[in-house]
């Protein structure tokens, strides 16, 4: 009689149904636990749904197991973490921040319950919620998080881990953010100083951490300070290496682009600006050499960079004669690529503007007084081949006479990369500007 029922479907399915049915209460009995407590329920319905895209009732299943903590063992709490917390990163992704919120808080409860409130594993959501919370421009609350984070890697690996080198990376820009210049010094130096702990002391290896911490200096407006570093990163390597060796390369990068903001910042006196104008220029001459002797090392579109760099390097620095040779080497190099056209109309299709300040209400003489919000200013103008600007004429304008002349001044002040066509630089006339100012009544300040 049984071998005849499996050739019937139906009576098939019974018995399976009745043989899985005695099994489970056997389960059941053995681990006095119901089949739906003792078997990780949860965790199959947060994948279906997850998968489905359903991600609303996804989040509803991990919220049902924080509520109902203790009707399920830990064993399933555990499972539900590492897919929660990719969920978190899809919501976020996919710009649902709330519920990525939601999903990040979630996944610190099942973390916290699983292994208490000093979890490591709760270090990766707290950053996560850290960066939506500075992308939402709440900085005291991704500081709190972050500082939380920090302290649990101190608890599990020491004051001096490199683990928490992220985490301070993000406590930097949010102490930058509200403008806590000591904190931000004192996070900077930290993070400085235990990069710097395993290496030999003035050893190449460690001129890559020091270049690091010149750039943010440079970053956070600290130029000398970042000097100094990428001094000493270039006398480690001059003491090591040969003089043309790649590895310059980088040192004299960042040794170039803090010259080139201090150029434009103009922020210092005639004979440091002078300095910067010669040391920049050897910089990127330097790089050049190298590139030259190590052609391997470097792509043709990072050499065009560079010689277009070079350019605009004599363009802010009153050298407009010495631009073309560097601009059309780029140009030359450009136009052999494949997209050769792309190229050429990225970088030269249009005069680039390279130096500007805008206009600012006076605050004192005529215009003073005004009222600002909401006034504006338009110019035409023209850019010749030697980045100078020309022909500018004032535009539709709501603000006073005394501050159409000074958008007239900003815009005649202005230097920009000219236009290049058949690795000739031309006149690009009818270019527009507009400007728009805010401020209230004097005695306000800018």
């Not at 956070?220 to 043309?244: D, V």
């Not at 050897?282 to 070079?310: T, V």
């Not at 050769?340 to 503007?353: I, V």
Request: hydrophobic residues 40%; aromatic residues 8%.
């Amino acid at each position: 009689m049984p071998i005849k029922l499996f050739h019937r479907p139906a009576a098939t399915i019974i018995l399976i149904a009745v043989t899985l049915s005695a099994q489970q209460v056997v389960r059941s009995e053995e681990s006095d636990k119901t089949d739906f407590d003792s078997t990780p329920t949860p965790v199959i319905e947060f994948q279906a749904f997850t998968t489905a895209g359903h991600y609303a009732d996804a989040l509803a299943v991990a919220a049902r197991v924080v509520d109902r903590a203790a009707d399920y063992e830990s064993g399933t709490r555990a499972l539900l973490i590492e897919p929660l917390m990719k969920l978190a990163t899809i919501l976020k992704q996919a710009d649902e921040i709330l519920d990525a919120m939601r999903a990040g808080e979630l996944t610190i409860d099942l973390i916290e319950r699983n292994g208490g409130v000093f979890d490591p594993a709760l270090v990766e959501p707290l950053v996560f919620l850290a960066q939506l919370d500075q992308s939402n421009g709440n900085h005291p609350a991704a500081l709190e998080r972050l500082n939380r984070a920090q302290h649990i890697v101190h608890r599990a690996d020491g004051v001096m881990s490199h683990q928490q080198l992220p985490i301070m990376t993000h406590m930097i820009r949010s102490y930058v953010a509200t403008k806590r210049r000591s904190m931000t010094n004192l996070m900077i130096e930290q993070a400085y100083a235990i990069r710097m702990r395993n290496f030999e002391k003035n050893s190449v290896e460690s001129v890559p951490v020091i270049l690091e911490q010149a750039k943010i200096r440079a970053m956070s407006g600290h130029y000398r300070k970042a000097r100094e570093l990428i001094y000493l990163g270039l006398e480690i390597l001059e003491e090591s290496i040969p003089g043309n060796d790649p590895r310059f390369f980088e040192a004299l990068n960042e040794l170039a682009s803090v010259r080139y903001v201090e150029q434009l910042s103009g922020g210092y006196g005639i004979s440091a600006y002078r300095l910067g104008r010669k040391e920049g220029a050897r910089s990127l001459q330097r790089m050049l050499a190298i590139m030259e002797e190590h052609p391997d090392e470097f792509s043709l579109l990072r050499r065009a960079e560079i010689y277009i760099w070079m350019g605009d390097w004599y363009m802010i620095t009153r050298k407009a004669r010495l631009s073309d040779e560097p601009y059309r080497n780029a140009w030359n190099i450009l136009a052999d690529q494949e997209n050769a056209t792309k190229l050429l109309a990225k970088y030269f299709g249009q005069p680039r503007r390279l130096r500007y300040s805008k206009p600012i209400p006076p605050r004192s003489g005529p215009g003073m007084y005004e009222v600002y919000y909401g006034r504006f200013a338009e110019v035409s103008f023209s850019v010749n081949e030697n980045g100078q600007v020309h022909k500018v004429k004032l535009g539709n304008s709501n603000s006073p006479a005394a501050m159409n002349l000074r958008m007239r001044w900003a815009v005649q002040a202005a230097i920009y990369r000219p236009r290049y066509v058949d690795a000739q630089p031309v006149i690009t006339n009818g270019l527009f500007l507009r400007e728009e100012f805010s401020r209230g009544a004097w005695p306000a300040r800018d």
